[in-house]
């Protein structure tokens, strides 16, 4: 395991490509628009890609369907703690050797709805935390038991939202917000708790993102000046990189021009 020199891309954005071969990864909510882009980016770097899925089987068409060494584990209920550990124990029997053991988990799953806060219950507003911050917490959790177990240090990465810094910019969609800041919180925290153990916690900050269903959503906005889900993945992948030798407890915009 080491880095390959070279660039990785042909406008040279990479001086150097981290590899990640044979490196064991979990992302959550890599069924997503940006998790998908996540596992490719990965996969293409040589990592093996755990991706549990709520779902029953895998979507017809994902860019790690037809790669073995991208491992999709259906039925798991990321907010529910019994099913996360049983995942993660699972993970850290297919890595349990020496050379291939978890090194990263990368957290994109989550939820977003928009609801004047006179207009959601309580129990709409804790859905957000659930579906947000707890089920960001358990995965770190448990990622981070198999990395000390195993000794060597390790990446996690969530992933936070913009009104999470900026809590303003949360108006119309409180329950969002405030999840999305407790991520951010968390992983401030778990960075100083964990850094002991080699284990480096961060989370990128993303405004609007360029996905089809934000591009339906708004037809009339500046599309061009959101951040595109390859770009935001690129900087998730060199945060959970052995490459990032020093970054803890970040909370990384990627703003594009929005």
Request: hydrophobic share 45%.
């Amino acid at each position: 395991m080491g880095f390959s020199t070279g660039f990785a891309r042909g406008d040279g954005r990479w001086a150097v490509q981290p590899s990640f071969e044979g490196r064991h990864v979990v992302v959550t909510g890599g069924a997503g628009a940006l998790g998908s882009a996540v596992v490719a980016k990965l996969l293409g770097l040589g990592a093996i890609c755990h991706v549990p899925l709520l779902e029953p089987e895998a979507p017809a068409k994902h860019p790690g369907l037809d790669d073995p060494r991208c491992r999709f584990q259906p039925k798991v209920d990321l907010t529910d703690e019994a099913s996360v550990r049983a995942f993660y124990n699972e993970v850290g029997k297919r890595a349990d050797g020496a050379q291939s053991r978890l090194w990263a988990s990368v957290h994109c799953a989550g939820g977003f709805a928009m609801s004047p806060a006179l207009d959601t219950s309580l129990s709409e507003f804790d859905h957000q935390l659930r579906l947000n911050l707890h089920s960001a917490f358990l995965c770190s959790r448990e990622a981070a038991r198999l990395v000390i177990r195993a000794g060597g240090g390790g990446r996690i990465v969530n992933v936070a939202a913009r009104p999470a810094l900026f809590a303003e910019l949360g108006k119309g969609m409180a329950g969002y917000t405030v999840a999305k800041a407790g991520v951010a919180a968390m992983t401030q925290a778990l960075g100083a708790e964990w850094a002991e153990h080699d284990l480096w916690v961060n989370a990128v900050v993303p405004s609007i993102m360029d996905t089809p269903s934000n591009r339906k959503a708004m037809p009339e906005a500046d599309h061009d000046a959101w951040a595109g889900v390859e770009d935001v993945a690129e900087t998730i992948v060199f945060l959970a990189s052995p490459w990032n030798r020093a970054t803890r407890s970040g909370l990384v915009p990627v703003y594009g021009r929005s």
